[in-house]
């Protein structure tokens, strides 16, 4: 199992158990299907610590219609998480 899992601390940063949920099944499907990580990758690194990393280091998120997003791509006089969902 994923050490990270087991701490409450991923869990609050995404806001709950459903949502951590949806966001890590969402970006495997984004990456199975080619994304590029966010993170640096080992080569013996499964895909799954890759999302958690990300998730981790506050490099993804869900927007509020549960769409995975990009922190850092926000537009220029943008109020707030305005960014592109990473293509499927």
Do not use: C, W, Y
């Amino acid at each position: 199992m994923f050490e990270e899992l087991k701490e409450e601390a991923i869990v609050n940063k995404v806001g709950g158990r459903f949502k951590l949920s949806t966001l890590i099944q969402k970006r495997l499907v984004q990456l199975n299907a080619g994304s590029r990580p966010l993170v640096r990758v080992d080569n013996d690194m499964h895909k799954m610590e890759v999302v958690l990393q990300e998730v981790l280091q506050d490099k993804i998120f869900l927007d509020s219609s549960n769409e995975v997003k990009i922190t850092g791509d926000l537009h220029e006089g943008s109020a707030g998480p305005d960014i592109n969902p990473l293509p499927l």
